[in-house]
């Protein structure tokens, strides 16, 4: 039955937060629970890779609809909608990763950001094939060290995937994508930590703050206010993640004179206070 709205998912429809470096399972696993079909939805936060190793069948990637084979790659980057139908039988793997793992890997000015921002479906590179495979027996380990494995795979895996996107010279650009919301992207890349409003990016952009909410939407299903707050809120599970700093001083850091406001505002967004939400990520 057809859904009044796309569906928003983090990783299995659950409201909290991916609380793992990755998270790595079998096609079959999930497929069986839902009949080997996924309706349309997004991930507003993740980024999914899928690995076809034997089987067949269909995605959709914004609305366009491609047939899946044998040793098929598809790049799903965070807010993109999709959807599968497999064959029954049909084995791969899904390799997920919290959007905090790009920013924490990918240099800006590399490019590789663009490249994976694209969705695609292509041949999987039998590197790519080999360091999924990699990722799936690292996550399954329960051994010293995993995190760190688990990030370093993870960081080979985005490279990899990159560079067999930019060699495939298509100069389609990202599906939903203008040029004009690459250009938002860039600012509040640049601007985030100063909390401007929507009506100041629009005025940046030269276009009225309703224009700039349609294009949010009409691409990730969220107006430019989700976008600006959802890169806040990144930084911030990046700086509980991987730094000892204190609550109240990653609110300065990223631009709030109020604390409070700061773990209402992450609350509200995540589900978890941060300290919450630092203590499940640390196990």
Not at 213 to 231: K, M, Q
Request: overall charge positive.
């Amino acid at each position: 039955m057809p859904h009044p709205e796309i569906l928003n998912y983090n990783l299995f429809g659950e409201s909290r937060d991916l609380p793992d470096v990755v998270h790595c399972e079998t096609i079959e696993a999930r497929s069986r629970l839902h009949n080997w079909e996924f309706a349309p939805h997004r991930h507003a936060r993740l980024h999914q890779v899928l690995l076809l190793e034997q089987g067949s069948g269909r995605v959709t990637l914004d609305g366009g609809e491609l047939t899946l084979g044998d040793g098929t790659l598809v790049n799903v980057p965070p807010g993109l909608v999709h959807g599968y139908r497999f064959a029954p039988g049909s084995s791969g793997l899904v390799v997920t990763l919290a959007a905090e793992i790009l920013d924490e890997t990918l240099r800006p000015g590399e490019g590789l950001a663009a490249q994976l921002s694209r969705p695609a479906v292509l041949p999987a590179p039998a590197e790519v094939a080999a360091t999924l495979s990699e990722i799936a027996a690292a996550f399954s380990d329960r051994g010293f060290a995993r995190a760190q494995i688990l990030r370093g795979l993870c960081a080979l895996l985005l490279g990899q995937i990159a560079r067999a996107l930019a060699q495939r010279n298509t100069a389609r650009p990202a599906a939903g994508k203008t040029d004009l919301l690459h250009r938002f992207d860039a600012l509040v890349e640049a601007r985030f930590r100063q909390h401007w409003p929507v009506a100041r990016y629009a005025a940046a952009l030269a276009i009225t703050p309703a224009h700039l909410s349609r294009l949010c939407r009409a691409a990730t299903g969220r107006p430019a206010s989700a976008v600006i707050e959802d890169r806040i809120i990144r930084e911030a599970r990046r700086h509980l993640v991987y730094t000892n700093l204190p609550v109240q001083s990653i609110a300065y850091h990223l631009g709030y004179d109020d604390p409070a406001y700061f773990s209402r505002v992450f609350t509200r967004a995540t589900g978890l206070s941060p300290r919450s939400f630092r203590q499940q990520s640390q196990g």
